[in-house]
Antibody
């Protein structure tokens, strides 16, 4: 069973870049039938899907965040990462990493999630 | 982008009674390759990540009690909790995974 763990700074200054890493255990990040996602949730608010990456390196981002977000993958460390540039207070949220699978023909929803990590944007 | 909208924002239900949550997508989420609706439901309790309850609009994830029932087609979907238990108090989200970017509804808080 896949397990995911987020890590990274809990406090980021406005205008700087938020950087988080998700470490995958119990499975290989290089597996062709897995995709790896980032989702965030401001306090007391709903879930926002940020983007996803496949081991091939292909990515897809939410349209409104596309200009500021980069998701990358490091197969040697079994990790994938999220970078959000030019952050403001509106980027303060719990950030979750998650995974979903594909059979090649169809996809599943995100079914494995990390516990989440709170990132606060403040000077 | 396919957007999903939930209703109501919150509801209060007595123990043992039925809770019904609605989700509407901005376009059909029927995936032609397997003729399934790519619509999922999640449950989130405070301090926890979301838990997948239902996928393909009506298929329960392994271990999910059968009081959780997903239904619907094309653009209109429903999550029904047939007999609310105390442990069902949570926020429920629908998600379309028909196309990227994926999207969640705004959530429905279920209280007793």
């Amino acid at each position: 069973q896949v397990q995911l763990q987020e890590s990274g700074p809990g406090l980021v200054k406005p205008s700087q870049t938020l950087s988080l890493t998700c470490t995958v255990s119990g499975g290989s990040i290089s597996s062709d039938n897995y995709y790896w996602s980032w989702i965030r949730q401001p306090a007391g608010k709903g879930l926002e899907w940020i983007g996803r990456i496949h081991t091939s390196g292909t990515t897809y981002y939410k349209s409104s965040l596309k200009s500021r977000v980069t998701i990358s993958i490091d197969t040697s460390k079994n990790q994938f990462s999220l970078k959000v540039s030019s952050v403001t207070a509106a980027d303060t949220a719990v950030y979750y990493c998650a995974s979903f699978t594909t059979s090649g023909t169809y996809f599943r929803p995100e079914d494995y999630w990390g516990r989440g990590t709170l990132v606060t944007v403040s000077s | 982008d396919v957007v999903v909208t939930q209703s109501p924002d919150s509801l209060a239900v007595s123990l043992g009674e039925r809770a019904t949550i609605n989700c509407k997508s901005s376009q059909s989420v029927l995936y032609s390759a397997n003729n399934k609706y790519n619509l999922a439901w999640y449950q989130q309790k405070p301090g926890q990540p979301p838990k997948l309850l239902i996928y393909w609009a009506s298929t329960r994830e392994s271990g999910v009690p059968d009081r959780f029932i997903g239904s619907g087609s094309e653009t209109d979907f429903t999550l029904t909790i047939s007999s609310l238990q105390a442990e069902d108090v949570a926020v429920y989200y629908c998600q379309q995974y028909y196309s990227a970017p994926r999207a969640f509804g705004q959530g429905t808080k279920v209280e007793i």
